[in-house]
């Protein structure tokens, strides 16, 4: 399609570590001119934020049909956040163009042909007076794509000044790879990054997560458990390639025999070592990393990543990024996209067989909230 213009659109996820609900403001043509704007994040209900957990490490149940009633909540807290948001950050409702509703991951199988985010796209577009664009997945995964990840071709946009070869690396519950060498896109899910660990910390201590890695930084590698983990078959798989947030968890019990930080410790160098092995899967060694998503933010982590990769390795902010927003800022790009009908995705992406348009587009009904602003 012709260049289209620039539009303001909002972009909301809550990613497989569910901390919350992220919410973010960007101004875009859906191509190459992006500019950046606020993002908030809201934390789900306790008693919700448990009920998702409880649907994520329970498989039959997160692949069931029969979610309609906590897909509703779901939806609801979403809209109840984008809503708070506009609010906070004095925004005219009527000058967002576009919605884009990842909503909550609780299952990916795509060799199935499987992929489930909740989050109503008619609902949210009725609840914000907003058009709405959710399902970014499902096209993709329809077509033989592995579905994720989805935010390189934003990850393309945002580099296009910076030296390649460059790596980007996102660590939320999953971590993934964006890696950018002048036309070269190449994407897929490295392992594991802070879902087993915050798992792990959650049961033996209560806390949420290991924060600033401290738990981890104190404990020793039982490097022999760590060569076990390293033995699954995924990393030797050629990319494309994408995982369930609780893909490792079974085999991950192992360090269940070691200390609270000896486990931490163990879990943080799976992380770091799976994520090491996208280095198998790309053309030439990256220049350097760029680490966005939460696991930035574990010092851990970030010490052993420059340790065993042996180039920079910084957060996004070291480029002016914004690290705890940049995954829902890909949600408002890609609805532009969607809007555009411009592909989501490409074979070096997400291994489906051409590149690939997705999202299904909700219109603000009649009388909503927009049109009365």
Same mark, same amino acid.
């Given at each position: 399609?012709?260049?289209?213009? /620039?539009?303001?659109?909002?972009?909301?996820?809550?990613?497989?570590?569910?901390?919350?609900?992220? /919410? %973010?403001?960007?101004?875009?043509?859906?191509?190459?001119?992006?500019?950046?704007?606020?993002?908030?994040?809201?934390?789900?209900?306790?008693?919700?934020?448990?009920?998702?957990?409880?649907?994520?490490?329970?498989?039959?149940?997160? =692949?069931?049909?029969?979610?309609?009633?906590?897909?509703?909540?779901?939806?609801?807290?979403?809209?109840?956040?984008?809503?708070?948001?506009?609010? =906070?950050?004095?925004? %005219?409702?009527?000058?967002?163009?576009?919605?884009?509703?990842?909503?909550?991951?609780?299952?990916?199988?795509?060799?199935?042909?499987?992929?489930?985010?909740?989050?109503?796209?008619?609902?949210?577009?009725?609840?914000?007076?907003?058009?709405?664009?959710?399902?970014?997945?499902?096209?993709?995964?329809?077509?033989?794509?592995?579905?994720?990840?989805?935010?390189?071709?934003?990850?393309?946009?945002?580099?296009?000044?910076?030296?390649?070869?460059?790596?980007?690396?996102?660590?939320?519950?999953?971590?993934?790879?964006?890696?950018?060498?002048?036309?070269?896109?190449?994407? &897929?899910?490295?392992?594991?990054?802070?879902?087993?660990?915050?798992?792990?910390?959650?049961?033996?201590?209560?806390?949420? &997560?290991?924060?600033?890695?401290?738990?981890?930084?104190?404990?020793?590698?039982?490097?022999?458990?760590?060569?076990?983990?390293?033995?699954?078959?995924?990393?030797?798989?050629?990319?494309?390639?994408?995982?369930?947030?609780?893909?490792?968890?079974?085999?991950?019990?192992? /360090?269940?025999?070691?200390?609270?930080?000896?486990?931490?410790?163990?879990?943080?160098?799976?992380?770091?070592?799976?994520?090491?092995?996208?280095?198998?899967?790309?053309?030439?060694?990256?220049?350097?990393?760029?680490?966005?998503?939460?696991?930035?933010?574990?010092?851990? &982590?970030?010490?052993? &990543?420059? %340790?065993?990769?042996?180039?920079?390795?910084?957060?996004?902010?070291?480029?002016?990024?914004?690290?705890?927003?940049?995954?829902?800022?890909?949600?408002?790009?890609?609805?532009?996209?969607?809007?555009?009908?411009?592909?989501?995705?490409?074979?070096?992406?997400?291994?489906?067989?051409?590149?690939?348009?997705?999202?299904?587009?909700?219109?603000?009904?009649?009388?909503?909230?927009?049109?009365?602003?």
């Amino acid at each position: 399609m012709a260049d289209g213009p /620039v539009i303001t659109a909002i972009g909301a996820i809550s990613g497989t570590s569910m901390d919350g609900i992220d /919410v %973010a403001l960007i101004r875009t043509d859906g191509a190459a001119c992006v500019e950046t704007g606020a993002g908030a994040s809201y934390p789900y209900e306790d008693g919700l934020r448990e009920e998702l957990r409880q649907v994520i490490a329970t498989p039959e149940v997160a =692949e069931h049909a029969a979610l309609d009633a906590l897909e509703a909540q779901v939806t609801c807290a979403h809209a109840q956040a984008i809503n708070r948001f506009i609010d =906070e950050h004095g925004l %005219a409702r009527a000058s967002v163009a576009v919605l884009g509703l990842h909503g909550q991951t609780v299952f990916h199988r795509p060799e199935r042909r499987v992929t489930r985010q909740l989050g109503l796209g008619a609902l949210t577009a009725e609840l914000t007076g907003i058009t709405t664009v959710n399902r970014f997945r499902h096209a993709d995964v329809a077509a033989g794509g592995e579905g994720a990840p989805l935010v390189p071709l934003y990850h393309r946009a945002l580099a296009s000044g910076l030296a390649q070869p460059l790596m980007v690396l996102n660590l939320g519950g999953v971590a993934n790879v964006t890696y950018l060498d002048g036309d070269t896109v190449i994407a &897929f899910d490295t392992g594991p990054a802070s879902a087993l660990l915050d798992d792990f910390v959650r049961q033996r201590t209560g806390a949420p &997560f290991d924060a600033d890695g401290r738990l981890s930084g104190a404990g020793r590698i039982d490097r022999q458990i760590l060569a076990s983990l390293m033995s699954n078959p995924f990393f030797a798989r050629p990319a494309p390639k994408s995982l369930d947030r609780q893909d490792f968890h079974e085999r991950a019990g192992m /360090v269940e025999i070691l200390s609270d930080a000896d486990g931490a410790a163990t879990l943080a160098a799976f992380t770091v070592e799976a994520t090491a092995r996208a280095l198998d899967h790309v053309p030439k060694r990256p220049l350097r990393w760029l680490v966005a998503g939460g696991g930035r933010l574990n010092r851990t &982590f970030m010490r052993l &990543f420059a %340790a065993r990769l042996g180039v920079p390795v910084e957060p996004v902010e070291r480029v002016g990024w914004d690290g705890d927003f940049l995954e829902a800022q890909c949600f408002g790009y890609l609805a532009v996209r969607s809007l555009r009908a411009l592909p989501l995705s490409l074979p070096t992406t997400t291994g489906v067989p051409a590149p690939q348009t997705g999202g299904e587009i909700w219109p603000a009904p009649a009388g909503t909230a927009r049109d009365s602003n």
